[in-house]
T-cell receptor, first 118, second 109 residues
């Protein structure tokens, strides 16, 4: 199956700093990537849909100025958490959609990034 | 009513048991149905997918879709402790992907 990587896997930062998380599709080109947030023992919450070469589409309630998404190439999307605060501590997971040509479009997930803001 | 409902568990079964995991949904436009397995502190991994109604089998896993009842199931035969994880159903119509909240499964040795 398609492989998606995320970096870093874990980050601890001080309140007020910005953190960048990278999501890469390793063996395919992903025109669409998704960013999710997951709190402990809860399901995935879609934050935004990232399309290569265009602005991301954010879900209701997600601050686009706080969670900056850049999908500059077909294999890389980045999520920057700006001026992070303790309440931003969470597990951030990206996924990439395998492009068309088959009867379904799967989402393949990265391993996630655990962000802890002190 | 939530778009996709799933019993959060936790569900505990003895090793070797048959496990049944289920989701119900309200959007009749969903056409593609997936099951993901997520181990603690890891990203979800795709287990099974089905298109429209019917059954699909892969090793110890069987996925069932009943569109008339808006009900999908994942069966795990001969469950193993390594199957202990959270299982998320997901479904899509066109562009929209919706996940269930996940069921935590523990298979006890």
């Amino acid at each position: 199956g398609a492989v998606v990587s995320q970096h870093p896997s874990r980050v601890i930062c001080k309140s007020g700093t910005s953190v960048k998380i990278e999501c890469r599709s390793l063996d395919f080109q992903a025109t669409t990537m998704f960013w999710y947030r997951q709190f402990p023992k809860q399901s995935l919450m879609l934050m935004a849909t990232s399309n290569e070469g265009s602005k991301a589409t954010y879900e209701q309630g997600v601050e686009k100025d706080k969670f900056l998404i850049n999908h500059a190439s077909l294999t890389l999307s980045t999520l920057t958490v700006t001026s992070a605060h303790p309440e931003d501590s969470s597990f951030y997971i990206c996924s990439a959609r395998v492009p068309g040509g088959v009867s379904y479009n799967e989402q393949f997930f990265g391993p996630g990034t655990r962000l802890t803001v002190l | 009513q939530k778009e996709v409902e799933q019993d959060p568990g936790p569900l505990s079964v003895p090793e070797g048991a048959i496990v049944s995991l289920n989701c119900t949904y309200s959007n009749s436009a969903f056409q593609y149905f997936m099951w993901y397995r997520q181990y603690s502190r890891k990203g979800p991994e795709l287990l099974m997918y089905t298109y429209s109604s019917g059954n699909k089998e892969d090793g110890r896993f069987t996925a069932q879709v009943d569109k008339s009842s808006k009900y999908i199931s994942l069966f795990i035969r001969d469950s193993q402790p390594s199957d202990s994880a959270t299982y998320l159903c997901a479904m899509r119509d066109g562009q929209n992907f919706v996940f269930g909240p996940g069921t935590r499964l523990s298979v006890l040795p």
